[in-house]
């Protein structure tokens, strides 16, 4: 799987707006970028996925560069519930063979300060 | 619908022994995906099974293996435990083989296996 780039941690205060950004640099045509976090004691959770276009679901938004090369998950209205850390990683979606399983980096760890 | 499950939640064990440790997948997932985190390496993936048939490894030496029941409840050992095995270890499943469809993996919360 192609590399990501994040940044190790981020700050944000309860209920604003988080932008959390993630490098693809060496992204090919078909490659999913995909959003996971991880709150305390816990396992991985998903969070959105997407391959061009922009998406969004009840947890958060994804925003993707035009070139691919970036892309942003956005929470709208950060809470307390949602510190953890998150994981942007990429995957080829395979018609049918294998595949590696999923590859995480060291993610963001997001601070939420009430 | 109930989760993926792990048992046991915590175990200790020492060094030269061997462990078992067992994930119960969501009913109708037959894909179970096996991954070891640590906080020097992060989260590594060990292997996949899909309908009782392990589809892919990761790079770990032959102590991990694993298999998976018709019911596709899956168990991983490991044995000979050095001290670099302490971790946690996550399983997740999916309806679909790794690679597949939306690849949404659903994770349990994880085994956290203590090697003295």
């Known amino acids: 799987d192609a590399k990501t780039t994040q940044p190790n941690s981020m700050e944000s205060n309860e209920e604003e707006p988080v932008h959390l950004p993630c490098n693809h640099s060496?992204?090919?045509?078909?490659?999913?970028i995909h959003w996971y976090r991880q709150l305390p004691s816990q396992g991985p959770e998903y969070v959105i996925h997407g391959l061009t276009s922009n998406v969004n679901n009840r947890m958060a938004s994804l925003a993707i560069a035009e070139d691919r090369k970036s892309s942003t998950l956005i929470l709208h209205r950060a809470t307390l519930r949602d510190a953890a850390v998150y994981y942007c990683?990429?995957?080829?979606?395979?018609?049918?063979?294998?595949?590696?399983?999923?590859?995480f980096g060291k993610g963001t760890h997001l601070i939420i300060q009430p | 619908k109930a989760g993926v499950t792990q048992t046991p939640r915590y175990l200790i064990k020492t060094r030269g022994q061997q462990v078992t440790l067992s994930c119960s997948p969501i009913?109708?997932?037959?894909?179970v995906s096996w991954y070891q985190q640590t906080p020097g390496q992060g989260l590594q993936f060990l292997f996949e099974?899909?309908?009782?048939?392990?589809?892919n490894k990761g790079n770990f030496p032959g102590r991990f293996s694993g298999r998976q029941f018709s019911n596709s409840r899956s168990e991983m050992n490991v044995s000979t435990l050095e001290l670099g095995d302490s971790a946690l270890y996550l399983c997740?499943?999916?309806?679909?083989?790794?690679?597949?469809?939306?690849?949404?993996?659903?994770f349990g919360p994880g085994t956290r296996l203590t090697v003295l």
């Open positions: 060496t992204i090919s045509g078909t490659d999913y």
């Open positions: 009913s109708g997932h037959r894909s």
């Open positions: 990683i990429l995957r080829v979606l395979y018609s049918g063979g294998g595949a590696d399983g999923l590859t």
């Open positions: 997740a499943s999916n309806e679909f083989p790794a690679g597949v469809s939306y690849n949404e993996q659903f």
């Open positions: 099974y899909f309908s009782e048939t392990q589809r």
